[in-house]
């Protein structure tokens, strides 16, 4: 406390305060989560029940299919956006960002507008003998919606942060363009990159609010685990918690992990 | 990283404002593709219930109500602060189910009105209802199927089957759609979580259909594996039918009816012997802010008024208004 | 892909190109041999870094034809274009660039094939030696001085044996004490690697200083090339003149040596006895001819001898000449057969009274001279 109040002597009473308070704020509910989690004679129990394992289990492939998409395609998109300047690559920057302040609902709706069997490309689809609503595949169409412009954002301010020049260089010394991506832009834009995979992955595991309206909740097939909790709510809050307690667990496992390699990284950097 | 994140911030920021624009666009299309319709019936003339109170309830009364009460007790609403002017009302529609662990856990309201009997109970165990609940309405669960859905179906079936169907041609309807055809492969149900009351009655409905010779020994079991999705409410049922993602589901009778879902849906009603009803119970509660409207509020619905208009939304009146479950 | 121990294919660095954008237009050509430095001046926006992305193939002009090491690399006629990576031209640029995620010695090694071979930390070592790095090896680029990094930074270029060299004001990132200590060091450098070089500069003391070659471009035209003498002693081009602007070139011999001032002393070549002066140390060696530069703005002039100044030159003269040139005017002063042409305001003028006939002192510092590369260097 003394350090922080000595930080700044004009910030200090106030940021102090404001932290204090912001603390408590994150940290109350999630403390009451874990106080509640603990209190539970059958937490264990509710966690090892077979929903629980197969919500687990999907949540864990879709989210790591959806990053890998996410990484495929983002990342050379990425870089264009980073490098263009016209003006409809602009105007696509721009939408890139829409379903990061889109209601999850919105976006879900959007999905079924679109990829729905009443959809635009529903016709299309279904000739192909494909139909995505209610499939793991309509999750992770959900999950790549949403997350994508996280990290296709912070990717693009990684390749951004790359001087051009490192990159003229880097060509006059003999080396290739795509090496140069490979020895000089990924290294260099590894921090950001990184960033923007870990917001990705956690929006991705977290999304509940489009996934339930275009690929349903089903166990077993669709339901992920923020719907294995939702769905578990209308039971008991027990089952619940224990299914938060283990969520936010994989979510700050992530977090932890990327702050190691970011920090490794960062100091490599510099 | 810092600086990184700068940019976001700022970068997010521009971006937000066309993003909001593009939400209220989406907001509109949204709800006129939805078309959550709405009763749009004249409110009663203002003086229709006065006469009959003596002290006018006056301040803010909060009715957690079933989903499937939406059109319904939207119009109630109004009409009660028709008559009574210095009550303002506010809904909180979602599934009995939801709403009850919402009252458990320390939302404030100060009616009560559930799909089922059970979460009423419930809530009464947890020493929240103040009174009796009584019985107001009734409502019978049906199957929605999509209209395209169904017609397609049909024209399968008489194509495929043309020659068997000739036999029975002077039978009516030989081709049309019925129960029986929602055990086909590849149908696409959706029901509500068995948590929530229609999904418990569903879950009922469907048990009796496969006990029944009706429809086969095994019809439970392909029906049941038709289903592709367990929805929060049965508005969502009723949507996803509407919209065609999914081919059928089991809602109330009344989620039929607004002409939204109406023009895209075709009802098939279960055999009277099959059926269960849906009792809906209504309660004031402890923890009400102003008693008085509370009160007011339930007459209001038991009242011939207010019975017209659930009757105008289909439902059918309680069999018993005393009170506790039939 | 490039043999990282094979000698630079000799051969000079020649072209033109035509490249417009917007409304600039750079329309420009050149030749450097093997062992040559082109110091390409000119004000800001001439077209100097255009020219050296051209080169360098970072960047493509509607037409034109370069050649680097007996290799054409573009010819739009032909529909010749080699990218970047396989020009094997060296690029330096102001900032220097070395790549932060890599320590000094992963940067020079960063253009060579095979990079954990043997070969190539020989060929590391060899350039760390070269360049006076030895120590900083495993240094990050922000923990090694400016000066250093410049030396990384043209360590790194010339690592993969380059056919010609580009730098794109290579002192801009250093202090002005820094930039004249570091200019021999690196004429050595690049006298070693024995390949064309071209060297933008907007600094005209620095393009003749290093420059065995000057082309001072504008507006995207060359307006002069030749050697150093011959573009300042040709003022009489006016825009040539605005652009070099140095008024007084002195033909010189050196003296004597003073190392530990860096400093040596020329007295005039065949002219009276008493001009002498201190200028910055360079090559060349007592007895040696060199030319000085001086530009007429550097010199101060006083009515008598100052006492107590800092300022290494004071020569006496008379004045033989003053002119107008606006803003102020311009005094000539015959100081012991030489003229020195003084820049001075109106105001000082006035009140210093000056006049053809009258007797002043001139005054500068040493640091304000510099060494013209002679055609002969």
């Known amino acids: 406390m003394r350090n922080l109040f000595r930080a700044s002597d004009y910030w200090g009473p106030v940021g102090a305060a404001s932290t204090v308070i912001y603390t408590l704020f994150i940290g109350l509910p999630i403390l009451a989560l874990l106080i509640k989690a603990a209190g539970q004679e059958s937490f264990i129990g509710s966690l090892t029940g077979e929903p629980v394992l197969q919500a687990l289990r999907l949540s864990l492939i879709t989210s790591s299919i959806s990053i890998l998409i996410v990484i495929g395609v983002g990342t050379p998109f990425a870089r264009i956006l980073a490098r263009g300047n016209s003006l409809p690559l602009r105007v696509v920057d721009h939408l890139v960002e829409l379903p990061i302040v889109l209601p999850p609902v919105v976006s879900g709706v959007a999905m079924l507008l679109a990829f729905g069997r009443q959809g635009i490309l529903g016709p299309a689809l279904s000739g192909l003998g494909i139909s995505l609503p209610f499939t793991a595949a309509a999750v992770i169409f959900a999950q790549v919606f949403v997350a994508a412009p996280f990290y296709i954002r912070a990717a693009k301010l990684g390749f951004q942060s790359v001087a051009r020049e490192y990159e003229d260089i880097s060509q006059t010394l003999g080396v290739s363009p795509w090496a140069t991506f490979r020895r000089l832009t990924l290294p260099l834009a590894g921090p950001s990159l990184l960033t923007g995979i870990a917001l990705a992955w956690a929006r991705a595991i977290s999304e509940f609010g489009a996934t339930i309206m275009f690929a349903g909740n089903l166990t077993g097939k669709t339901q992920t685990m923020p719907l294995a909790i939702m769905s578990a709510l209308e039971t008991s809050l027990d089952t619940a918690v224990a299914l938060s307690v283990l969520l936010l667990v994989l979510a700050l496992l992530v977090l932890i992990a990327l702050g190691l390699i970011t920090r490794r990284r960062g100091t490599a950097s510099l | 990283m810092n600086q990184g994140y700068g940019h976001f911030r700022a970068g997010s920021y521009t971006g937000g404002v066309t993003a909001g624009i593009i939400i209220a666009l989406a907001g509109i299309v949204l709800t006129a593709a939805l078309g959550c319709a709405t009763g749009t019936a004249a409110p009663l003339p203002a003086g229709a219930g006065t006469g009959a109170v003596a002290a006018q309830p006056k301040g803010e009364l909060t009715v957690f109500a079933a989903a499937s009460l939406s059109g319904a007790f939207e119009e109630m609403a109004d009409a009660f602060e028709g008559a009574y002017p210095e009550v303002s009302v506010v809904i909180n529609f979602d599934g009995s189910q939801r709403l009850r662990t919402q009252l458990e856990h320390g939302a404030r309201a100060g009616v009560f009105a559930s799909a089922d009997w059970e979460q009423m109970d419930a809530v009464a165990a947890a020493g929240l209802v103040a009174g009796q609940p009584v019985n107001f309405a009734r409502n019978q669960p049906v199957f929605l199927v999509n209209s395209a859905f169904a017609a397609k179906l049909e024209q399968q079936k008489a194509a495929g089957s043309a020659p068997a169907q000739a036999v029975a041609a002077e039978r009516p309807a030989a081709g049309a759609l019925t129960l029986a055809d929602l055990a086909r492969p590849g149908v696409k149900i959706v029901l509500a979580l068995p948590e929530a009351p229609v999904g418990r009655y569903s879950q009922a409905v469907i048990d009796r259909m496969g006990e029944s010779p009706l429809f086969g020994p095994d019809y439970r079991n392909r029906l049941m594996d038709n289903v592709v999705s367990r929805e929060t409410n049965v508005r969502s049922v009723a949507q996803k039918v509407a919209l065609g993602e999914a081919d059928a589901g089991m809602t109330y009778h009344t989620d039929a009816l607004p002409p939204y879902v109406a023009q895209r849906v075709r009802a098939l009603t279960i055999p009277d012997s099959l059926n269960v009803t849906a009792h809906y119970p209504i309660a004031t509660l402890r923890e009400a802010a102003a008693p008085e409207p509370a009160r007011a509020f339930i007459d209001f619905v038991r009242s011939a008024q207010g019975q017209a208009i659930l009757e105008q939304y289909g439902f059918q009146p309680p069999l018993s208004p005393a009170t506790g479950a039939p | ?377």
């Open chain 3, 1 to 377: 892909m490039m043999p990282q121990a094979a000698a630079s294919p000799a051969g000079p660095a020649r072209g033109w190109v035509s490249y417009r954008v917007g409304e600039f237009c750079l329309e420009t050509e050149w030749e450097v041999l093997p062992g040559q430095i082109m110091a390409l001046f000119g004000p800001s926006g001439a077209g100097k870094t255009t020219l050296l992305r051209a080169i360098a193939g970072l960047l493509r002009p509607q037409d034109g034809h370069i050649e680097v090491g007996g290799r054409v690399v573009f010819d739009r006629a032909q529909n010749i274009w080699e990218p970047p990576h396989q020009r094997r031209v060296g690029f330096l640029t102001q900032q220097y660039h070395l790549f932060p995620h890599l320590t000094v010695a992963g940067n020079i090694a960063y253009g060579l094939p095979r990079r954990n071979s043997r070969e190539t930390r020989a060929r590391v070592q060899e350039l760390v030696a070269s360049f006076h790095l030895e120590g900083l090896e495993s240094r990050r680029p922000n923990e090694i001085s400016a000066g250093q990094q410049q030396r990384a930074a043209l360590a790194r270029a010339l690592a993969p044996d380059p056919a010609a060299l580009l730098l794109d004001e290579p002192f801009t990132s250093l202090d002005t004490e820094l930039r004249r200590a570091l200019r021999r060091e690196l004429r050595d450098s690049l006298a070693r690697a024995n390949i064309p070089v071209i060297m933008v500069s907007h600094d005209i003391e620095e393009a003749v200083s290093i420059g065995d070659l000057v082309q001072v471009i504008s507006d995207g035209k060359p307006q002069i090339t030749g050697n150093p003498l011959q573009v300042l002693g040709q003022p009489g081009q006016g825009r040539v003149a605005r652009l070099v602007g140095v008024e007084n070139l002195l033909k010189l011999r050196v003296a004597s040596r003073h190392t530990r001032d860096g400093t040596m002393v020329c007295v005039g070549d065949g002219l009276p006895a008493g001009l002498q002066l201190e200028v910055p140390l360079g090559d060349p060696e007592p007895g040696d001819a060199v030319t000085v530069g001086i530009r007429a703005s550097d010199i101060i002039l006083a009515d008598a001898e100052p006492k107590g100044s800092s300022a290494r030159n004071r020569l006496s003269g008379i004045v033989s000449g003053v002119e107008l040139r606006p803003p102020g005017y311009e005094v000539t002063l015959s100081c012991h057969g030489a003229d020195l042409k003084c820049h001075i305001t109106g105001t000082s003028l006035n009140e210093m009274g000056i006049r053809p006939g009258m007797n002043l002192w001139a005054v500068f510092k040493a640091s304000s001279c510099f060494l013209v590369q002679d055609d002969l260097s």
